[in-house]
């Protein structure tokens, strides 16, 4: 009992992740008709948005005075902090200690402007180009991506801590009468969740009660039809595309605790958020979001030594398993429409 | 006993009756319209005809047959052509291959593993893709492009498609839709023509009362996914059930 | 750009020693020369050729950057520029800074991306088209394996680079191959001690190990050496190798009755694993009435790096520390001069990785100058048995019986407050090489043959 | 250059019984000519390959050394089956690496089990990837579009997955996982005897290579690049006549109008599951000769970098025409091995006669596009042939072509595929 509340736990937050990215996917499946191979890669950038930012607040210079020597005996400056020249040592420490959640109002504006610069620069040009095309320029775009990343942080994991706050982990079993030390679970990863449930239902909302998203989700599944009404939906596709760029880039900036981000993070996460999208149902927002929990879920319970003794080497293959499943039985995935990307 | 024979069809998609009780029987060799109002239920009969949907209650069958469960190609094999309302034709293909696709699935059937052999070599499939063209004067066309000819040489390529695998019974869905009225006599004198020169079952949906009066022997006009009454062409012309549940309607 | 100053300049003597200013004479396709000498890719004129293949991309491309640092010292060094380095310190004394052999050492680079066809088809274009007569690098042991087993065919030598799997000197040894690297049994061995006084005897430790070839033999040869100290194995749980979260493997190990979590994982596995165990807060968790703690086998300076202040307090092993001389006395004197020139030049202390491939490059070059010969054959009969001291590590032996260096290893743990990002670890203990040596035929290391040398050609 | 859609040459501007007997081989004269120009091409590559010097600095730029010339033509056997689904069809498979890495797992466990002569081994490759190929179209074929592309990507991640672990577990290793699977003294070798011990052909050693030096240029000529090469013009030639058959007009009718083809009486599914079997049996012939030119078999081969890598390939290079999937293989595997290899120091040989400021200043700009970053410039190339070149480097020649031959009406007939691929899709 303790362990499969446990693997559902963990299951919802691995499928927070994976429901985020497979979001902003399908929202770009739905909308442009694009296959967005670069959507891992702006998962990525938000995550270094993170990174940045908790640089530029480290940002140092040199104490005047020398406090010791370093490893090749020469002597050593310790580090000053300017923000806390600037707000002062409690409040700059402070700062550096929230990076991470400061850091999400630095993304959405930056990752709507990314959004945007290749929506208007790259994408625009291929809405009409075939699938095959797409994709050969989103991955060449993702690669250009990774490389530009790589080249100014290095190929290594970058350890990006949550806030003191939030260290630590949360004895669930307590709270429900088990055992301490039964179910527990990080601070960080809950906050992972809720953060991820928040960002979910404001996409839903903003889609489901603004003149805007109803125009979009019109366009969704009309194109030609809410062109011919003289609604601009070009306009519109674009600032869904800067939406699902800073749905990406926030899931990402919000990982970092998690996992110490890398330049191919994206990568990792691209393969599987395009089963996720497909098992959800081309172009369903809602079939993203339940594909993506349904899929964390089972992987987490694969992953118990129970299902990996049963069958060895399940849970490298589950979600796998779970995609061919749901396809043969579903044509269009879970909550799939008729048409959408068949051709 | 016709050719076609249509028995108490009934299709329901959730709580809506698309077709309830449909008899039709379609004379060998005769031309047969079906007319009826917008969602009268004729695309959905028609879609049972040829596999594309299954009845769920009733039986049809072709030439003694049942169609019921076969999928599009094998009904297609057993002598039924279907031409669509907008032209489907292999765009991407030239008139001449598109012409080779229906001779061969003619002579070799369903599926051929002849991976090794040259297309244009094959004078047999070549010769008769070409004798068809010619007939339907379209020779002059067969290195072009199929997307990229008008939309009434695309309805004249399809139906010569369909033609070259010498259906027992042709099945036209609206095929002058959208067309304009010197086409669409076009398309009148082209099926006369294939008419009067082979032994051919015609049925054909339309909207248009001249294309029908025009072409054919027998109709039946639907309403509501059942049959209203089936009569010949100046019979129906006459009947006030149609002129009131139908030509009223339209003519206004 | 001074790093690579002195590169520049001795290519334009050379260069205008030929003639032409365009003229870079390196590349030397030595295969028609062959015969001449017997072997493949016999140096003809007044250079040689090494070849460094490192991963140059994908998640191990800085590891392969400190190596490819590291050669590039190394090579100066050969060369007889810069400061020289461990050649002072070297307890063979052939090398004189006049290349090799008289030769002036060049080298050509490659991408291993950290996959066997890659790498084996870098290594390719090394020996078929530049004529490389020696491959050194990499970063992992499948590659390690793999390109090894090449250039046993080619008939070219193989220093292998970071391979810590015990099949690279176990069941795919090859003889011209050979390992300066330490491997998972030896630092069980070396850990084995060190946890007993760590942690005692009566521990149950819960293994997470990655599902491959290295893991298996690094779970497989801690857990025979802590249960040897009483310890018990509670479970052992193989992790896919492209799992990117633990979260459903850490999360029921504090349920399980263990008190010890040993993660068998490298690089980008073990940063992820660790931090995870972390926020599950094993860290502070209790457990059958002990402090609940963490061991990773298998320490590098960039996984510490990448796990930043979660590996505080936790026990590993390495090959080797920057910090090795200065605290643990000159027995393993050449770490410093090796920290110097390097420091110098890059302005941060090596790697392990790093440290393996510069003492693999002058071992060779020395291996070479005492044989007299760039023959494949006479390198190894030079380096097998061959005792050498002065390279960091103490007095060293590089074994006939399966071309394995033993020496002694150093355990380290996580700095809890560390001054910068390059001093993360310190030195808990050196186990003697002794308690870490094995016999040829363990078990552990059986299955292969060495075969006879392959002078190619 | 010709490509596959005839539709001037043949249909429109010969009489078609003239065109019907002017045939090659079974090829029309222009499809002749391009078979031609690949076997003069492969046959020569080694002088091709090789225009440098070898003591030039720009010797780092020839590619004429036997490994890599091996890898140009076994991918492009790879690509060209690729092609075949994916041009003819239309169907994206995101899968195919699967057939390679288990082609090359046959063939070095025939390897293990009867000796090194290479022939069985790549029989075997055949074979066993055709037969899984025939298991993963059967049940991917039942969907198309995206959903298809995903479902062929679960199998072969699966496969991957299982390879790298389960597969190559002590008590039954069938794949030796990380290490990859090699052949070890002492496996059975039943058929070995006293044959070469290294992959041969009737004792034929295939890194048996013949160095021919004219002056400062070292031409080598390695029997296992001739082997490769020989596979390599009989898969294209083979893969003209496809195009050129009814078979392969029923294909790329597929593509075209599925629905049209159904009401004209053909059954799509078995012909595109002929071409999935077709398709995935070159890919495990290029595995196989991967393992029969260097006897090591990595589960790397699995992976979806590796499916997507034919998939670049093929777009890359013209995604419907002949030869555009040998080029693009070729352009991907060049930089692959030769813009990885540049290094720093390369840079300053190459720029050493520049003032030393000017030259700190060049490398600096150059290097971070070679060496350690050569992914970058791939990356940019991707973007920049895509969105210049919608047709692919075919189309890309063609244009050249045009420049040259301005005389000459229209473009080449390559052009077809692209314009046709644009409009189609």
Redesign the interface.
Same mark, same amino acid.
């Given at each position: 009992m303790e362990a499969f509340l446990l693997q559902i736990l963990n299951g919802l937050d691995k499928g927070s992740a994976y429901a985020l990215i497979a979001l902003g996917l399908t929202l770009i499946f739905g909308t442009l008709g694009v296959v967005n191979f670069a959507h891992g890669a702006l998962f990525m950038l938000g995550a270094f948005v993170a990174v940045t930012m908790s640089r530029l607040l480290q940002l140092s210079h040199k104490a005047s005075e020398p406090s010791g020597t370093d490893f090749l005996g020469n002597p050593r400056y310790e580090d000053v902090l300017y923000v806390q020249d600037i707000f002062g040592a409690e409040l700059g420490q402070t700062l550096v200690d929230w990076a991470v959640p400061v850091s999400i109002l630095v993304a959405i504006p930056v990752m709507l402007l990314i959004g945007f610069v290749m929506e208007r620069g790259l994408i625009k040009h291929f809405y009409k180009r075939p699938h095959a095309d797409q994709i050969l320029v989103t991955f060449g775009l993702a690669i250009v991506i990774q490389e530009v990343i790589k080249y100014f942080y290095g190929a290594n994991p970058i350890p990006t801590p949550a806030p003191d706050a939030f260290r630590g982990s949360f004895d669930f079993g307590v709270l429900l009468g088990f055992d301490p030390n039964t179910i527990i679970y990080p601070y960080w990863r809950l906050v992972y969740f809720f953060f991820a449930a928040i960002i979910i239902a404001a996409v839903f909302a903003f889609l489901q009660f603004t003149t805007f998203g109803m125009v979009v989700r019109a366009g969704m599944a009309d194109r030609e039809t809410v062109g011919l009404l003289g609604i601009d939906i070009d306009r519109r596709f674009t600032i869904m595309f800067g939406i699902a760029a800073a749905v990406a880039g926030l899931a990402g900036v919000m990982y970092t605790p998690i996992n110490p981000p890398n330049y191919h993070m994206g990568m990792d996460f691209l393969v599987l958020s395009f089963v996720v999208v497909v098992v959800g149902g081309m172009g369903s927002l809602p079939g993203a979001v339940l594909a993506g929990f349904l899929l964390g879920i089972l992987e987490s319970f694969a992953s118990t030594t129970w299902a990996t003794t049963a069958v060895p080497g399940i849970n490298q293959i589950i979600i796998y398993l779970v995609a061919i499943a749901v396809l043969l039985t579903r044509p269009r995935g879970l909550m799939g429409r008729r048409g959408v990307m068949e051709e | 006993m016709g050719i076609l024979e249509v028995k108490n069809v009934g299709k329901r998609f959730g709580g809506l009756h698309a077709l309830s009780d449909v008899n039709l029987s379609v004379a060998e060799n005769s031309v047969h319209a079906i007319i009826g109002p917008n969602g009268a239920g004729k695309s959905t009969l028609l879609n049972c005809l %040829?596999g594309k949907l299954i009845p769920d209650t009733g039986s049809v069958s072709f030439d003694g047959q049942s169609v019921l469960g076969r999928?599009? #190609?094998e009904i297609?094999?057993m002598g039924i052509?279907?031409v669509?309302q907008t032209p489907?034709?292999?765009?991407?293909?030239?008139v001449?291959?598109n012409m +080779?696709?229906?001779c061969? !699935?003619?002579r070799?059937?369903?599926?051929?593993? #002849?991976?090794?052999?040259?297309?244009?070599?094959?004078?047999e499939? %070549?010769d008769r893709a070409?004798h068809m063209l010619e007939d339907m004067h379209m020779i002059d066309k067969?290195? +072009? #492009?199929a !997307?990229s000819m008008s939309r009434g040489d695309k309805r004249r390529l399809e139906i010569a498609?369909c033609l070259a695998?010498q259906p027992r019974l042709l099945l036209l869905d609206e095929p002058t839709a959208g067309m304009a009225r010197a086409d669409t006599n076009n398309t009148i004198e082209l099926l006369k023509h294939i008419k009067d020169s082979r032994p051919i079952t015609i049925a054909i949906i339309e909207h248009d009362m001249h294309v029908v009066f025009s072409l054919a022997e027998r109709i039946t006009v639907l309403a509501q996914g059942t049959p209203l009454v089936e009569d010949t062409p100046d019979n129906i012309k006459g009947h006030p059930k149609v002129r009131e549940a139908y030509l009223g309607e339209t003519e206004h | 750009m001074t790093r690579s100053h002195f590169t520049r300049r001795g290519v334009m003597k050379t260069g205008a020693a030929t003639g032409a200013g365009l003229t870079l004479p390196t590349i030397f396709t030595g295969a028609s020369r062959a015969q001449e000498q017997g072997f493949t890719n016999a140096p003809t004129g007044d250079t040689v050729t090494l070849g460094f293949n490192v991963p140059q991309t994908g998640p191990y491309a800085d590891e392969g950057a400190d190596e490819l640092r590291a050669f590039e010292l190394a090579v100066e060094h050969l060369n007889g520029e810069g400061d020289g380095g461990m050649l002072q310190t070297f307890s063979s004394k052939e090398l004189d800074g006049s290349g090799i052999m008289g030769k002036r050492v060049e080298f050509v680079t490659g991408d291993t991306q950290t996959k066997s066809d890659a790498a084996r088809a870098a290594a390719q274009s090394m020996i078929q088209k530049d004529g490389a007569v020696m491959i050194s690098g990499g970063s992992s042991s499948g590659v390690a394996v793999a390109v090894q087993g090449l250039c046993q065919d080619a008939g070219v030598i193989f220093m292998s680079g970071l391979t810590h799997s015990n099949d690279t000197t176990g069941k795919d040894k090859k003889a011209n191959g050979f390992r300066h690297f330490f491997n998972a049994y030896m630092s069980a061995a070396a850990m084995a001690p060190v946890l007993e006084s760590l942690y005692g005897t009566d521990r149950k430790a819960y293994h997470l190990t990655a599902d491959y070839t290295w893991g298996w033999t690094q779970q497989e040869s801690i857990a025979a050496a802590t249960e040897a100290l009483g310890w018990e194995t509670v479970e052992n749980v193989l992790t896919p190798l492209a799992a990117t979260d633990f979260s459903s493997y850490i999360a029921p190990v504090l349920n399980s009755g263990a008190d010890v979590l040993v993660l068998n994982h490298y690089g980008g596995n073990m940063v992820n694993s660790l931090t995870n165990a972390v926020q599950f807060g094993l860290k502070q968790a209790q457990a059958n009435g002990k402090d609940f703690q963490i061991v990773v086998p298998l320490y590098s300076e960039l996984m510490a790096r990448g796990a930043g202040e979660n590996i505080a307090g936790i026990p590993g092993s390495q090959n080797w520390d920057w910090k090795l001389e200065n605290e643990r006395g000159s027995r393993y004197t050449g770490t410093n001069a090796f920290v110097q020139s390097f420091g110098q030049k890059y302005g941060f202390p090596p790697s392990q990785a790093a440290h393996t491939c510069y003492a693999q490059t002058l071992l060779y070059a020395d291996a070479v100058t005492r044989a007299g010969s760039f023959n494949p054959c006479a390198v190894v009969e030079a380096l097998e048995d061959f005792e050498f001291d002065g390279l960091g590590n103490g007095p060293t032996l590089y074994r006939a019986a399966d071309h394995q260096c033993f020496k002694d290893v150093v355990v380290v743990r996580g700095k809890e407050n560390p001054d910068n990002e390059f001093d993360l670890v310190e030195i808990v203990e050196v186990t003697p090489t002794e308690a870490v040596t094995y016999e040829p035929d363990h078990p552990m290391f059986a299955g292969g043959e060495l075969g006879e040398c392959n002078p190619g050609a | 250059m010709t490509d596959q859609?005839?539709?001037?040459p043949?249909?429109?501007?010969l009489p /078609?019984r003239r065109?019907?007997r002017d &045939?090659i081989l =079974?090829? &029309?004269r222009k499809d002749f000519g391009l078979l031609t120009v690949v076997i003069a091409l492969t046959m020569l590559a080694p002088f091709l390959l090789n225009p440098f010097p070898s003591n030039s600095a720009m010797a780092q730029f020839n590619a004429g050394y036997p490994d890599l010339m091996q890898r140009f033509v076994i991918f492009g056997i790879f690509a060209i089956g690729f092609n075949i689904l994916f041009g003819l069809t239309g169907y994206l498979s995101f899968g195919h690496a699967a057939f390679l890495g288990v082609g090359s797992y046959s063939c070095v466990w025939m390897f293990k089990l009867l000796g090194y002569n290479v022939l069985p081994g790549i029989l075997l490759a055949i074979v066993v990837s055709g037969l899984f190929a025939l298991l993963i179209g059967y049940i991917s074929l039942r969907r198309s579009g995206i959903y298809f592309s995903i479902l062929t990507l679960a199998f072969a991640q699966m496969s991957f997955a299982l390879a790298y672990s389960v597969l190559s577990n002590p008590s039954f290793n069938l794949t030796n996982g990380e290490t990859g699977l090699q052949v070890y003294t002492n496996d059975p070798q039943w058929l070995q005897g006293d044959g070469p011990r290294a992959p041969h052909i009737f004792g034929l050693a295939m890194r048996e290579t013949e160095t021919l030096s004219v002056g400062a240029w070292n031409f080598q000529f390695n029997a296992g690049y001739y082997l490769c090469a020989v596979v390599m013009i009989i898969c294209f030639y083979?893969s003209v *006549?496809?195009f *050129?058959? @009814?078979?392969?007009?029923?294909l790329?009718?597929v593509? /075209? $109008?599925q629905? *049209?083809? $159904?009401?004209? =009486?053909? $059954?799509?599914r @078995?012909?595109t599951l002929?071409a999935f079997v077709?398709s995935g049996m070159y890919a495990g012939l290029a595995g196989g000769l991967l393992s029969a030119m260097d006897p090591l078999a990595g589960a790397e081969r699995m992976q979806w970098t590796a499916s997507g890598e034919v998939v670049l390939m093929t777009i890359l290079g013209g995604a419907g025409t002949l030869i555009g999937p040998v080029l693009g293989a070729g352009f991907i595997k060049y930089f692959e091995n030769i813009f990885s290899k540049i290094n720093e120091s390369t840079l300053h040989a190459w720029f050493a006669f520049l003032p030393d400021g000017l030259e700190d200043a060049l490398v600096a700009i150059v290097y971070p596009f070679v060496g350690k970053g050569w992914h970058l410039t791939l990356g940019l190339l991707f973007m920049l042939v895509v969105i210049f070149l919608p047709g692919g480097l075919v189309q890309g020649g063609n244009k050249m072509a045009t420049i040259f031959r301005r005389d000459r009406k229209g473009g080449g007939v390559e052009d077809d595929a692209a314009a046709?691929r644009q409009?189609?899709e």
């Open positions: - | %040829v999928k599009p #190609h297609n094999q052509s279907r669509f489907e034709i292999f765009g991407d293909l030239t001449l291959e +080779m696709i229906p061969l !699935a003619r070799d059937g369903a599926f051929a593993l #002849h991976g090794y052999r040259a297309m244009m070599r094959d004078r499939i %070549v070409e067969r290195g +072009m #492009h !997307a498609m695998q | - | 859609t005839d539709y001037t043949v249909a429109a501007q /078609s065109a019907a &045939t =079974g090829l &029309t083979l *006549r496809l *050129r058959s @009814p078979f392969g007009m029923m790329r009718a593509k /075209s $109008n629905q *049209r083809l $159904n009401y004209t =009486g053909v $059954n799509a @078995p012909y002929a077709i046709q409009a189609g």
